[in-house]
Each structure stands twice: as C-alpha cells, then as structure tokens.
C-alpha cells in the first residue's frame, strides 16, 4: 500500500466542508492546535469543522494533519457531522450495558451508528471483521480493532462520506434508530 492513497484528515475535512452548515456560535478556538497555521491551504476547512465541533484533534494542542485518517476516526468525524453524537453515545452505551465485546472501545458507539444509518454495511463490517449481532449490535472481536484502527483508503472513505450523503431521513438502512436519525433531513 503507497501511502499517498492514505486519506489523511484534512483531505476529508475538505470533502466534508460544502455540505456542513456554519453554526451559529463557534465552541473552540483553532488556535489551541499548533500544527495547523493560518497559512496552511487546509486552514479554513480545519478552522471551521473543529469550531464546530466536527473534527477533533490527536490531543488538546495537535491535528496532525499530514499524518492518515483511520476508520474509526472517519466515524466519528461522518457522525459528527450527520448531527448524530447523542445517538453514537446511547448506542454506545447500550453496547455495554448488553456486553457486546468491543463496547468500551472509545469509537464503538460511531462504528454503531454509521451501521445503524447503513454507511457501514454488513459485508462492510464482514471485511473489517465485525458483524452485526441479531439484536443490531455491531460486534467487535479483539481481531477486527486492527483493521478498524488501520489507516482508510480513499476509495473506502469516498464511498463512506458519499453515504452520509444519500440520507434523507427516509432511507436509512435500520430499524434500531433514535427519533433524531429516522426525523433528521440532511
């Protein structure tokens, strides 16, 4: 694998940011990451989807924005996006409170709600080596977190994000979701 088809975090910033509504008030400040400066071409994209809450960084005070995006942080960061953090945190928490292995992974309630939306679909999972339980759990073995941590091509991220675009609130691929998936218009 060459890593120039690795999909670091600022290209999907970019990918991401047309469609993403400017909130009204901004929450965090992007001068707390170093590594991201006014001069950069990514700058703008960064700027507001970390304002917004969107994209997080590595740690407090860095981005890293030339280093690979892996799966779960591109759940996280589509979840976000989608308006779906409450849910991704009562999926999660339902995930532990049924003992579903992989639940106290940090990423399991994303991993959830991107099956939950159908932007992560089972022969999706079956490759990474997860499955859905017969309860709609996504069941995470100690052999899939590997692959799920491991850096996400472009193709797969394309076909993730372009998903996330095909919601209408109507559509959606689960019969488990919260009032806020099944009314929400994206």
Not at 156 to 174: M, P, Q
Request: glycine share 6%.
């Amino acid at each position: 694998m060459r890593p120039r088809k690795l999909l670091p975090l600022l290209i999907a910033a970019v990918l991401l940011i047309p469609a993403f509504p400017a909130s009204a008030a901004a929450k965090r400040d992007v001068a707390a990451l170093a590594d991201v400066a006014p001069t950069d071409w990514f700058y703008p994209y960064v700027k507001r989807l970390y304002e917004d809450g969107v994209i997080n960084g590595v740690a407090a005070d860095r981005y890293a924005p030339y280093e690979p995006a892996r799966l779960t942080e591109l759940a996280a960061l589509i979840t976000r996006y989608l308006g779906l953090e409450g849910h991704a945190a009562r999926r999660k928490a339902e995930l532990e409170a049924a003992g579903v292995p992989g639940a106290s992974l940090w990423y399991s309630g994303y991993i959830q709600t991107m099956a939950d939306a159908g932007i992560l679909r089972p022969e999706d999972l079956r490759a990474l080596g997860a499955s859905v339980t017969f309860e709609g759990y996504v069941f995470i073995p100690l052999t899939a977190e590997p692959r799920l941590e491991a850096p996400v091509l472009r193709k797969d991220a394309a076909r993730y994000i372009a998903r996330s675009f095909e919601l209408d609130g109507v559509n959606v691929k689960s019969n488990r979701l919260s009032p806020e998936i099944s009314s929400a218009r994206f």
